[in-house]
């Protein structure tokens, strides 16, 4: 079993960190996120749809339309993003955030090895939650001094 997290949740957080980069500016194309990620416009669309309804992102129609997030970016987390795309944080389904344990597994009072799937999916889950976009932002720009400073001496 490999706890793997899709391209959704993947492709999803690059989309609502280059949002947040752009947070305040008024409502972000599409089209220039889909470029900046290397993503297909379409896919990202999708993924839009998702977190539009998650309540993370709201669409501005028209010429100067785009997206744009809900919150302020040290609002949402990391958690926030990948449950919008991926559902429930869970390694394996009996511990999942939203299920009803013992109608997914009869062994649910029995299984000594259901608490080592629940302590993975709390150590996940307070890893993503603890991970702000603005933190994410803050990498960001980091990481891009230091490629232009690397640059500059090249």
């Known amino acids: 079993m490999a706890v793997?997290?899709?391209?959704?949740?993947?492709y999803g957080l690059r989309a609502m960190v280059d949002l947040a980069l752009h947070y305040g500016q008024g409502p972000v194309a599409l089209?220039?996120?889909?470029?900046?990620?290397?993503?297909?416009?379409?896919?990202?669309?999708?993924?839009?749809?998702s977190l539009r309804k998650a309540g993370l992102v709201s669409s501005?129609?028209?010429a100067q339309g785009g997206y744009e997030l809900v919150r302020r970016p040290a609002e949402?987390?990391?958690?926030?993003?990948?449950?919008?795309?991926e559902g429930p944080i869970a390694p394996?389904?009996?511990?999942?955030?939203?299920?009803?344990?013992a109608s997914?597994?009869?062994?649910?009072?029995?299984?000594?090895?259901r608490?080592?799937?629940?302590?993975?999916?709390d150590s996940i889950a307070e890893v993503l939650d603890s991970i702000t976009l603005e933190d994410l932002c803050a990498e960001a720009r980091e990481l891009q001094s230091k490629q232009d400073?690397?640059?500059?001496y090249i």
């Open 92 to 101: 394996v389904e009996c511990v999942s955030e939203a299920a009803d344990a």
């Open 60 to 62: 501005v129609r028209g």
């Open 115 to 121: 608490l080592v799937w629940a302590k993975l999916r």
């Open 31 to 49: 089209k220039s996120i889909a470029d900046r990620q290397n993503v297909s416009d379409h896919y990202l669309e999708q993924l839009m749809g």
């Open 104 to 113: 997914v597994c009869g062994m649910i009072n029995t299984c000594v090895t």
């Open 149 to 152: 400073a690397f640059m500059y």
């Open 76 to 85: 949402i987390t990391v958690g926030d993003v990948v449950r919008a795309l």
């Open 4 to 10: 793997r997290l899709s391209t959704r949740g993947r």
